[in-house]
């Protein structure tokens, strides 16, 4: 029996971990998680989000070179040309999935859309942000994953991919491309096993839990920033990716040390403000912002009606520090 790779733990030995790993009924190659944690204690995060209501001077804080892109400005086109109409639209967001180098992109099928049986190339991993998705081995019984749902996909494994809903929206990553589907004759088995976390599984961590009651002055403990780890270790020189939930009627900043970080709003929708440029732009899922300069700093705020959530990756040991004003 093959075992799964281990996912990322934050915590101590002493902690109390239960996993449940549950086999499809038709194959045992694809693993499907539902993770129960009994928390003790939090380690200090290598990546630590703090919130505190009091003002900071930015004068001295480094400036980076920030980019914004909406999703209503990407630029659509088909994923798999070869299929022609039946092909789902991608849009990349950095990088180019026809080169070489990693690559971040959006993936939109039409509600309906299944795919025959094939493999990828290369490895990758996904984040829903609308509709449901289904990825499995082609005999597996049906498990559609919601919005805020992650799974992984590794190189050589035959499967299908399969989606619902008139405005299906997902987020593809990939460590190296070029992105190429490939028919099944040429499977191959990479070592990897594939993931599929429901947004129901995934494990919330209170950002906050180890900073000092002088830094949470003014800010609602019930109400915390969030934080989850996908994948990756947040250490120095190590690529990680991590959620960020931020609360509704949040207003703060985002810092990084990290030489490069890539966010991809997944839910909610925000305002985001460079400190080099007063425009406040919305970002809805699917949109997408990134710094290229240590030191970082994204002024953002979250509508009072509902809670944003983004995905980041970034690149050796990153440390965000949240800002928070008064929240409802």
């Known amino acids: 029996m093959k075992t ?41 995060f290598a990546t630590t989000l703090t919130a505190c209501a009091s003002s900071q001077d930015t004068s001295a ?20 040309p070869a299929r022609g109409d039946k092909s789902p639209q991608a849009a990349t967001l950095w990088g180019d999935r026809n080169g070489t180098d990693a690559t971040g992109f959006l993936f939109k099928p039409i509600d309906g859309f299944q795919s025959p049986p094939h493999i990828h190339n290369v490895s990758y991993r996904g984040i829903v942000l609308r509709g449901v998705v289904h990825n499995d081995d ?19 494994e035959v499967h299908i991919t399969a ?8 987020y593809i990553e990939i460590e190296q491309g070029p992105y190429l589907v490939r028919p099944t004759e040429k499977a191959f088995d990479n070592g990897e096993r594939p993931v599929n976390i429901d947004q129901s599984n995934i494990v919330w961590l209170d950002a906050l ?3 000092s009651a002088e830094q949470n002055v003014g800010v609602n403990s019930n109400n915390n920033p969030k934080i989850a780890f996908l994948w990756g270790k947040p250490q120095a020189n190590q690529m990680n990716g991590t959620l960020i939930k931020l609360p509704k009627g949040f207003t703060g900043e985002i810092h ?14 925000l305002q985001h403000r460079g400190f080099e440029d007063s425009t ?49």
């Open 209 to 211: 839990a180890d900073t």
């Open 280 to 328: 406040v732009k919305t970002l809805d899922p699917g949109s997408y912002f990134y710094s290229t300069t240590n030191s970082s700093a994204q002024r953002i705020s979250v509508s009072t009606t509902k809670e944003s959530t983004l995905y980041m990756r970034s690149t050796g040991k990153t440390r965000v520090v949240v800002k928070a004003s008064k929240q409802e």
């Open 138 to 156: 082609p005999k597996a019984e049906k498990m559609w994953m919601p919005a805020g749902s992650f799974w992984t996909q590794p190189a050589g």
């Open 163 to 170: 989606a619902k809903g008139t405005n299906t929206l997902a």
């Open 4 to 44: 799964l790779p281990a996912l990322y733990s934050p915590f101590s030995a002493k902690q109390n971990t239960e996993h449940v790993l549950q086999y499809s009924k038709h194959h045992a190659n694809t693993i499907r998680i539902a993770t129960i944690m009994k928390l003790n204690t939090l380690l200090i």
């Open 61 to 80: 804080r480094a400036r980076s070179d920030i980019k914004v892109v909406l999703a209503s400005q990407v630029n659509w086109e088909k994923l798999n």
């Open 256 to 269: 990084s040390n990290a030489p490069i970080i890539r966010a991809v709003v997944i839910a909610g929708e």
